[in-house]
């Protein structure tokens, strides 16, 4: 990453922020607990992250049980099961709630 | 796959997250919503496995199979009163994510500029607090670990010191290793460079998610939730900076907004600021203070028989639900009793305040999942006028939020936060255990008024009995 990509990113940061304020503060105090489920489940897009950890690397130097390995592979594989249950478990718990709501 | 339609594909997943979160602000589209987002997230997942970057496979899959089965169990079991603390522990495994993220590309090759490196330790630094913290709070809210604020002496100095050493740490790591090396072994703690000082900021971030939250009482729960939650988000937003993508940082700083405005929320619907909040030990002082000077407080109770004839002779009733409904799980009896009301052509209506129950919103889910028609569930500022035309007001596990010191006593360690104004219903009924003080510590002299009534007993089963009563008249 350059510096110049650096400064696009933070724009992007900045600019994804304010969008941010704008979008929930619409959300009405009734949807507070789903929202929250939800936005929580999107914060697991770490997962992105942790396929590229857990998959990329060429080094062996972690043996498990017999399993060669690298220590940021292994690192990414824990990564990935914890954004995984983020994931699967936000969205499922979000449409149980969702689901419910309903009017007379 | 190439690098750049990677990038315009996960361009699409932030456009489908976005669209997602829109639609979750109205209960129609919110479903639909929650779904737009999920696909979103399928679609970025996927992408990724086409990556050329990644060459092996098996962890990746024995990994989502893992997580993904662990996640499900979870979702589909957890009852809805135990919401808030799942979405505690989901947050913390998010948040956990992204701290080992950011280790595992320290580790894959020490970063090559100084703002790689800054990345990384702030991915650490609130990619830790998150994970540890959000299971305190799980604890908290499960009852593993005590709901009372732990408070001890040199508290916040010692908290203080911790982060500052944190801090000086990542500064160390963002230096080159030559002069850090330098600098450290001068005062013989060489052994912290490179991995090392990375591996001792990670023990110190966690040692901070644990510190911060164990001083700060159960019923300022929504606030720490709605904090972590913005946390996880930015976890999310600097492991983007660390990687060098835009996905990362636009979802992150979404959630990140999205949990910082719920936080404001409630320390407003609260009158505390997120300092006070933060800083914890609160109702843990007041309980002496307050019971020497209050005069003593004479109640009336009132009985089901009693009660369910009065209400058989009501045309508008409002129910003002709290923690307690949730503990007792009275969700169902108390649609049951609305239904039971409304063949009585009784107009039956919930006032909601915004920091009743763990977790932002934690009533109105729990009524849905009752059955309550959401247009008969009324914000505090909607319904507050409504109390003087109500013929009962009946308020069940609710406490410090209906409690009139907050408007009449500058003395009171809640003056200020806006309440539900109860006391203006020509009847009140307050279902209650026992005469605890709420979580404020504070006597609630509501309690004392003359158009209040005690109706003491579990909810579940006092609302069983009333209902009883109501069905023999």
Same mark, same amino acid.
């Given at each position: 990453?350059?510096?110049?990509? @650096?400064?696009? @990113?933070?724009?992007?940061?900045?600019?994804?922020?304010? @969008?941010?304020?704008?979008?929930?503060?619409?959300?009405?105090?009734?949807?507070?607990?789903?929202?929250?489920?939800?936005?929580?489940?999107?914060? /697991?897009?770490?997962?992105?992250?942790?396929?590229?950890?857990?998959?990329?690397?060429?080094?062996?130097?972690?043996?498990?049980? /017999?399993?060669?390995?690298?220590?940021?592979?292994?690192?990414?594989?824990?990564?990935?099961?914890?954004?995984?249950?983020?994931?699967? /478990? /936000?969205?499922?718990?979000?449409?149980?709630?969702?689901?419910?709501?309903?009017?007379? | 796959?190439?690098?750049?339609?990677?990038?315009?594909?996960?361009?699409?997943?932030?456009?489908?997250?976005?669209?997602?979160?829109?639609?979750?602000?109205?209960?129609?589209?919110?479903?639909?919503?929650?779904?737009?987002?999920?696909?979103?997230?399928?679609?970025?997942?996927?992408?990724?496995?086409?990556?050329?970057?990644?060459?092996?496979?098996?962890?990746?899959?024995?990994?989502?199979?893992?997580?993904?089965?662990?996640?499900?169990?979870?979702?589909?079991?957890?009852?809805?009163?135990?919401?808030?603390?799942?979405? +505690?522990?989901?947050?913390?495994?998010?948040?956990?994510?992204? =701290?080992?993220?950011?280790?595992?590309?320290?580790?894959?090759?020490?970063?090559?500029?100084?703002?790689?490196?800054?990345?990384?330790?702030?991915?650490?630094?609130?990619?830790?607090?998150?994970?540890?913290?959000?299971?305190?709070?799980?604890?908290?809210?499960?009852?593993?670990?005590?709901?009372?604020?732990?408070?001890?002496?040199?508290?916040?100095?010692?908290?203080?010191?911790?982060?500052?050493?944190?801090?000086?740490?990542?500064?160390?790591?963002?230096?080159?290793?030559?002069?850090?090396?330098?600098?450290?072994?001068?005062?013989?703690?060489?052994?912290?460079?490179?991995?090392?000082?990375?591996?001792?900021?990670?023990?110190?971030?966690?040692?901070?998610?644990?510190?911060?939250?164990?001083?700060?009482?159960?019923?300022?729960?929504?606030?720490?939730?709605?904090?972590?939650?913005?946390?996880?988000?930015?976890?999310?937003?600097?492991?983007?900076?660390?990687?060098?993508?835009?996905?990362?940082?636009?979802?992150?700083? =979404?959630?990140?907004?999205?949990?910082?405005?719920?936080?404001?929320?409630?320390?407003?619907?609260?009158?505390?600021?997120?300092?006070?909040?933060?800083?914890?030990?609160?109702?843990?002082?007041?309980?002496? &203070?307050?019971?020497?000077?209050?005069?003593?407080?004479?109640?009336?109770?009132?009985?089901?028989?009693?009660?369910?004839?009065?209400?058989?002779?009501?045309?508008?009733?409002?129910?003002?639900?709290?923690?307690?409904? +949730?503990?007792?799980?009275?969700?169902?009896?108390?649609?049951?009793?609305?239904?039971?009301?409304? &063949?009585?052509?009784?107009?039956?209506?919930?006032?909601?305040?915004?920091?009743?129950?763990?977790?932002?919103?934690?009533?109105?889910?729990?009524?849905?999942?009752? +059955?309550?028609?959401?247009?008969?569930?009324?914000?505090?500022?909607?319904?507050?006028?409504?109390?003087?035309?109500?013929?009962?007001?009946?308020?069940?596990?609710?406490?410090?939020?209906?409690?009139?010191?907050?408007?009449?006593?500058?003395?009171?360690?809640?003056?200020?936060?806006?309440?539900?104004?109860?006391?203006?219903?020509?009847?009140?009924?307050?279902?209650?255990?026992?005469?605890?003080?709420?979580?404020?510590?504070?006597?609630?002299?509501?309690?004392?008024?003359?158009?209040?009534?005690?109706?003491?007993?579990?909810?579940?089963?006092?609302?069983?009995?009333?209902?009883?009563?109501?069905?023999?008249?």
């Amino acid at each position: 990453m350059t510096f110049h990509e @650096l400064i696009l @990113l933070f724009t992007v940061f900045v600019l994804s922020i304010f @969008l941010g304020f704008e979008l929930i503060s619409k959300v009405p105090p009734i949807l507070h607990t789903p929202l929250m489920s939800g936005s929580n489940a999107i914060s /697991g897009i770490t997962i992105v992250g942790s396929l590229v950890s857990a998959g990329s690397s060429l080094d062996v130097n972690v043996n498990l049980f /017999g399993y060669q390995t690298s220590v940021s592979s292994l690192l990414g594989f824990i990564a990935i099961i914890f954004a995984t249950i983020n994931v699967v /478990g /936000g969205y499922l718990v979000t449409d149980r709630m969702t689901r419910m709501f309903k009017k007379k | 796959m190439n690098q750049d339609i990677l990038i315009i594909i996960y361009l699409i997943s932030s456009a489908l997250f976005i669209f997602g979160i829109k639609q979750l602000s109205s209960v129609k589209t919110a479903r639909q919503g929650n779904l737009t987002s999920a696909i979103g997230m399928l679609i970025a997942i996927i992408a990724t496995l086409f990556d050329q970057k990644i060459v092996n496979f098996e962890l990746i899959i024995i990994g989502l199979i893992v997580g993904a089965l662990i996640g499900a169990i979870f979702a589909l079991k957890v009852e809805m009163t135990a919401m808030p603390q799942m979405v +505690a522990l989901f947050n913390g495994f998010g948040g956990g994510a992204s =701290l080992l993220v950011a280790v595992a590309d320290y580790f894959k090759e020490s970063p090559s500029e100084v703002y790689i490196a800054v990345s990384i330790f702030l991915s650490v630094l609130i990619g830790g607090v998150t994970f540890t913290g959000s299971l305190i709070a799980f604890g908290k809210l499960q009852g593993i670990v005590t709901e009372k604020a732990v408070v001890y002496k040199f508290q916040h100095p010692i908290n203080l010191l911790l982060l500052i050493i944190t801090i000086v740490a990542g500064i160390f790591l963002s230096m080159d290793q030559l002069t850090t090396s330098q600098i450290l072994s001068g005062i013989g703690l060489d052994i912290f460079v490179g991995e090392n000082l990375l591996i001792l900021i990670t023990i110190l971030s966690l040692i901070i998610g644990v510190l911060i939250v164990i001083p700060i009482g159960g019923a300022d729960m929504p606030v720490v939730i709605s904090l972590l939650n913005s946390y996880s988000g930015l976890a999310a937003a600097m492991t983007g900076f660390v990687l060098g993508n835009a996905v990362l940082i636009i979802t992150g700083s =979404l959630v990140g907004a999205s949990g910082i405005i719920l936080t404001n929320i409630m320390c407003k619907s609260m009158n505390r600021s997120l300092l006070n909040v933060m800083l914890g030990g609160f109702g843990s002082t007041t309980a002496s &203070k307050s019971q020497a000077g209050a005069k003593e407080i004479v109640i009336k109770e009132v009985g089901s028989e009693e009660l369910a004839m009065m209400l058989d002779g009501a045309s508008n009733v409002i129910i003002v639900p709290g923690y307690g409904m +949730a503990v007792a799980q009275a969700q169902h009896v108390v649609k049951e009793l609305m239904d039971e009301l409304e &063949k009585r052509n009784v107009n039956v209506r919930f006032a909601i305040h915004p920091v009743a129950g763990r977790m932002p919103g934690h009533m109105n889910v729990l009524l849905a999942e009752a +059955a309550v028609p959401y247009d008969k569930l009324y914000e505090m500022d909607q319904i507050n006028d409504e109390f003087a035309n109500c013929d009962v007001a009946i308020v069940i596990g609710a406490n410090d939020v209906v409690n009139p010191a907050a408007r009449n006593n500058p003395n009171s360690p809640i003056y200020g936060m806006p309440i539900l104004n109860v006391d203006k219903a020509k009847t009140v009924v307050v279902i209650k255990r026992s005469l605890n003080p709420g979580y404020a510590g504070i006597e609630n002299e509501l309690f004392g008024y003359p158009n209040c009534l005690m109706y003491f007993g579990d909810a579940k089963q006092a609302i069983s009995k009333l209902i009883q009563e109501l069905k023999e008249l």
